[in-house]
C-alpha cells in the first residue's frame, strides 16, 4: 500500500467512525495531533506530558497552562547520533470554539531556536460526523501549512477506545493510532516524517 492509497483508507475510516478526541501532546511539548498544533490549550490545573520514540531520536516533554487560554511548553530531544537539546514552546488561544466559531490559537514552537524556530496560526473546529479539524500556517516548519483531522470511537466496548489521526504537517503525510491506558494514560503508535514511532500521553 503506497503512501496516497494509505492516505485514502485513513480519511475513509475517519468519516464512518463516530466521537471526537482529545488533543495529545507533540514531540515539542505542546498539544496537538500528531506533529502539528491544534487551537486547543490545556486547561487550567491540567499538565499534559510525553514520552515518545523514534528510530531516530527519543523525546520527553509537557505542558501546562499558566493562566487562561495560555500554554506553556517543555521538551528533552535525544537524538541519535548527536547531542541532546532543549525546546521551548507556547501557544495562546484567542478565541475559544463555539458552535458557529472555530477556535484559533497563534503560538511559537523551539522558541530560543535551538533547531528550527517556528511562528504559526492555527484553527481547530468540531466537524459533522464527529471529527475534528485542524489547520494553519506560519513561519519554519509550518511556512508551507499544515491541516488534520482526527476521531475517536468505540470498537463494540465500553472500555477500549480506538482513536485515529491523520495530517499533512507540510512536509509528510503523519497517521496514528491512539488508545487509552487507564484514566489518565494514553498509548499511540504510527507514523511520523515517513518514520514508526511509538508514544505515551498522560493529562493530569
Known amino acids: 500500500m503506497n503512501k496516497k492509497q494509505l492516505t485514502a483508507f485513513m480519511l475513509t475510516l475517519l468519516l464512518v467512525l463516530p466521537l471526537a478526541c ?9 498539544s496537538g495531533v500528531i506533529n502539528t498544533p491544534s487551537a ?19 523525546a520527553l516533554g509537557g505542558n501546562v497552562a499558566v493562566m487562561p487560554g495560555l500554554e506553556v511548553a517543555y521538551s528533552r530531544w535525544s537524538p541519535d547520533g548527536d547531542g541532546d537539546f532543549n525546546m521551548y514552546s507556547a501557544k495562546f488561544m484567542i478565541l475559544p470554539e463555539t458552535v458557529a466559531s472555530p477556535a484559533l490559537a497563534v503560538g511559537i514552537e523551539d522558541a530560543t531556536d535551538e533547531r528550527d524556530r517556528s511562528g504559526y496560526a492555527v484553527i481547530s473546529k468540531a466537524a459533522p460526523w464527529g471529527l475534528k479539524l485542524h489547520a494553519g500556517t506560519g513561519t519554519g516548519r509550518f511556512r ?19 482513536g485515529l489521526a491523520v495530517e499533512y504537517d507540510g512536509e509528510d503525510v503523519n497517521y496514528g493510532i491512539f488508545v487509552p491506558v487507564g484514566k489518565l494514560m494514553q498509548a499511540e503508535v504510527g507514523s511520523r516524517g515517513e518514520k514508526l514511532y511509538a508514544a505515551v500521553h498522560g493529562t493530569f
Request: aromatic share 10%; proline share 2%.
Open 144 to 162: 508551507d501549512g499544515f491541516v488534520a483531522l482526527e476521531k475517536q470511537f468505540k470498537l463494540n466496548s465500553n472500555i477500549l477506545n480506538l
Open 22 to 30: 482529545e488533543a495529545r501532546t507533540l514531540p515539542s511539548g505542546t
Open 40 to 58: 486547543h490549550v490545556r486547561s487550567m490545573g491540567h499538565v499534559g506530558v510525553t514520552f515518545q520514540y523514534t528510530e531516530d531520536y527519543t
